[in-house]
């Protein structure tokens, strides 16, 4: 997808991964993609800080159209 939103940018890598690895191990990597390196606790695209105060690495919410 050629749109603002980063999270949409990832739909062909992933597809590609389930493809090639399957969704069992797609799903493993996301779990540990998506959850902070401090405390486990899951977080989203866009989220900045962990409840635990851990500093994520996010991206910036797209500017309103």
């Known amino acids: 997808m050629n749109d603002q939103w980063p999270h949409h940018w990832t739909m062909k890598s992933n597809l590609e991964y389930i493809k090639k690895n399957g969704k069992e191990k797609w799903l493993q990597f996301q779990k540990q993609e998506w959850s902070c390196k401090n405390c486990g606790a899951e977080i989203k695209w866009y989220q ?7 500093q994520l690495n996010a991206w910036d919410l797209p500017a309103a159209g």
């Open 48 to 54: 900045k800080m962990c409840s635990c105060g851990q």
